[in-house]
């Protein structure tokens, strides 16, 4: 708090001592005492509703909304005192119960309850949850905290009230009603207190508002018992409640706003730091530890003091017992939501967790296993067949010119196109029946584990390459795609296999397709040769990168002919302008 807020809380509290001491110490004749101690209370709610009023002007949003609330409820109350101390002042009236009081009395509550509400709605807690769980469990806290509340009071104090002479009187139930709706609002500010957020903005608001609520209730509720017994008149050091109280609003009142600061949090250099996410409030577990605490507590002390009862009377007063079995069935209740909604997050953190563990295996864009999941894979493969002699190939496709791709369409082309491609190289590799796994090993190379023989490996590798030249309509334009396979075999060579070895030589087999003539397939046969398996300018077949229609013999053979010219690159001469959209 401020210092300027300190010395107005001082001074402030000082006066309501001096009056209370004065009015109570018997110096003055009865009507002067009973004359200051109305003037306190008076004085008290002007300045509750004054204060509250001018400075909810000067404000804006939640901040302004709670202070005119409070203003017309102060304002309220205060129309109750004047006709109270008239009662008792000018008729002659010691306890004046039931009155016309008491309609002033109770329009407080009925805008002290908003006031709070519209600070609770401008809770962070809840607003940025938006989730109807922490309404209805925040509900359930209050019930449950009022209910505990109530039990204790009612087998300590109202109980022996209620059974009374008097008990069934309407001046006894109307007497009642002041602790109870001093309870509430003493609820409601308990359970704002303990959210972290708006305990930091509202940390003065909320401590003095608190401390006047429960003056408001102290002197409500030995104004209760007193006519619960049947008093002739109320103490005035009994009214001390009623004149500090309001003057505690009015402090609230003109409590400053806490701006509520983002702190800085410190973040290891090994952690990667995201501007999108916020550093989370410190204390925040503790409030929300202690909001979860406190209900249960105040419960368990409701069990406690039925069970006193119990002991000591030997008897429960039955009113008090089924209000503590409403209780105990509220927070099972409560327990049981907060299981569902601990099973849901649970479901959420699962499917959280599996969708990080296949993004951490998968390639983003096409979907296929990454590179540090293939290489688990073959690293498994090998471990089977070093132990158990289990037969596997290899295979490493590369893209031919596929930066061709992205320079001339663009890389949105390119993605589309390698999603295509994947796609085809997915279908071929399961339609030959072998099975074996598929991954994207980086840029346009794609690697192929099959647990097969070399000669089902070379086969597979011709029908991706027929697959692969496929046509394909791209942003427009019709493009066909070459591909260059290098192929080995899991037990070529003599020495113990490494995927390190595997794959170097799977790539020189597949660099040695490259060179001679692109569109084709290399692979390591039985005695460690590298030999073409197949080639498309050998086999004469029709291809072009930018298909217009089948290439002529002439280019065909020319293909054949000059390693310049190759499947997947396109002639030079064409290159002259841009592609023809067909």
């Known amino acids: 708090m401020a210092n300027s807020l300190r010395k107005r809380i001082v001074v402030s509290l000082g006066a309501v001592a001096l009056v209370v001491a004065l009015a109570s110490s018997g110096l003055l004749p009865k009507a002067a005492s009973v004359a200051l101690d109305d003037a306190g209370q008076l004085a008290g709610g002007i300045a509750a509703t004054v204060v509250c009023w001018r400075t909810g002007r000067r404000r804006s949003g939640a901040q302004r909304r709670w202070r005119l609330l409070m203003a017309a409820g102060m304002a309220c109350w205060t129309g109750g005192m004047l006709v109270w101390a008239l009662y008792r002042s000018v008729l002659d009236v010691p306890l004046p119960s039931p009155s016309y009081a008491d309609f002033g009395f109770f329009l407080f509550p009925i805008f002290a309850v908003p006031a709070l509400l519209s600070v609770m709605r401008r809770a962070p807690h809840q607003s940025e949850d938006g989730s109807?769980?922490?309404?209805?469990?925040?509900?359930?806290?209050?019930?449950?905290?009022?209910?505990?509340?109530?039990?204790m009071s009612w087998a300590t104090v109202l109980g022996p009230a209620a059974r009374s002479d008097r008990s069934d009187s309407v001046q006894f139930l109307i007497a009642l009603m002041?602790?109870?709706t001093d309870l509430v609002l003493l609820v409601m500010v308990g359970l704002l207190a303990v959210i972290p957020r708006v305990l930091r903005r509202y940390r003065a608001q909320l401590t003095l508002l608190g401390a006047g609520l429960t003056c408001l209730a102290i002197s409500d509720s030995l104004y209760a018992y007193l006519v619960?017994?049947?008093?002739?008149?109320?103490?005035?050091?009994?009214?001390?409640?009623?004149?500090?109280?309001?003057?505690?609003?009015?402090?609230?009142?003109?409590?400053?706003?806490?701006?509520?600061?983002?702190?800085?949090?410190?973040?290891?250099?090994?952690?990667?730091?995201?501007?999108?996410?916020?550093?989370?409030?410190?204390?925040?577990?503790?409030?929300?530890?202690?909001?979860?605490l406190v209900p249960h507590a105040l419960m368990a002390l409701t069990g406690v003091s039925v069970a006193i009862q119990r002991f000591t009377q030997g008897t429960v007063d039955p009113i008090a017992f089924g209000l503590f079995l409403t209780v105990i069935v509220l927070a099972v209740v409560r327990q049981v939501m907060t299981l569902l909604q601990n099973d849901a997050l649970l479901r959420t953190l699962y499917a959280a967790q599996n969708e990080l563990t296949y993004r951490a295996h998968h390639d983003g864009l096409t979907g296929l296993l990454n590179r540090s999941a293939f290489d688990e894979h073959l690293t498994a493969a090998i471990d089977r067949h070093n132990d158990n002699g289990d037969v596997g190939v290899l295979l490493l496709v590369d893209l031919d010119d596929f930066?061709?791709?992205?320079?001339?369409?663009?890389?949105?082309?390119?993605?589309?196109?390698?999603?295509?491609?994947?796609?085809?190289?997915?279908?071929?590799?399961?339609?030959?029946?072998?099975?074996?796994?598929?991954?994207?090993?980086?840029?346009?190379?794609?690697?192929?584990?099959?647990?097969?023989?070399?000669?089902?490996?070379?086969?597979?590798?011709?029908?991706?390459?027929?697959?692969?030249?496929?046509?394909?309509?791209?942003?427009?334009?019709?493009?066909?795609?070459?591909?260059?396979?290098?192929?080995?075999?899991?037990?070529?060579?003599?020495?113990?296999?490494?995927a390190d070895t595997l794959l170097r030589n799977a790539d020189r087999a597949m660099y040695e397709a490259k060179k001679n003539g692109k569109a084709g397939v290399f692979a390591y046969d039985s005695d460690g040769t590298l030999r073409m398996v197949y080639n498309l300018s050998?086999?004469?077949?029709?291809?072009?990168?930018?298909?217009?229609?089948?290439?002529?013999?002439?280019?065909?053979?020319?293909?054949?002919?000059?390693?310049?010219?190759?499947?997947?690159?396109?002639?030079?001469a064409r290159l002259i302008g841009p592609p023809t959209r067909m």
């Open 132 to 151: 109807r769980y922490h309404w209805l469990t925040s509900l359930l806290d209050g019930l449950i905290v009022v209910g505990s509340l109530f039990v």
């Open 178 to 180: 002041y602790p109870i």
């Open 228 to 292: 619960a017994a049947g008093a002739d008149e109320m103490p005035l050091i009994a009214d001390a409640g009623f004149i500090a109280g309001p003057v505690l609003i009015a402090l609230a009142a003109s409590a400053p706003s806490v701006a509520v600061a983002v702190p800085t949090v410190s973040v290891p250099d090994s952690v990667p730091k995201s501007a999108d996410t916020p550093p989370g409030p410190p204390g925040g577990r503790e409030g929300e530890r202690t909001r979860l």
């Open 403 to 498: 930066k061709a791709i992205n320079d001339r369409l663009g890389h949105g082309a390119g993605d589309r196109s390698l999603k295509t491609l994947s796609s085809r190289l997915v279908d071929t590799v399961n339609a030959q029946g072998n099975g074996g796994v598929v991954a994207r090993f980086g840029g346009d190379e794609f690697t192929v584990l099959i647990p097969a023989s070399i000669d089902a490996g070379c086969t597979t590798a011709r029908s991706i390459v027929d697959a692969l030249r496929a046509p394909q309509d791209i942003e427009g334009h019709t493009v066909s795609i070459g591909a260059s396979v290098g192929v080995v075999e899991l037990d070529v060579f003599e020495q113990a296999v490494t």
């Open 538 to 572: 050998v086999q004469a077949a029709p291809f072009n990168w930018f298909g217009h229609g089948h290439a002529t013999a002439d280019a065909q053979g020319n293909r054949g002919m000059s390693p310049n010219i190759v499947a997947g690159e396109p002639d030079p």
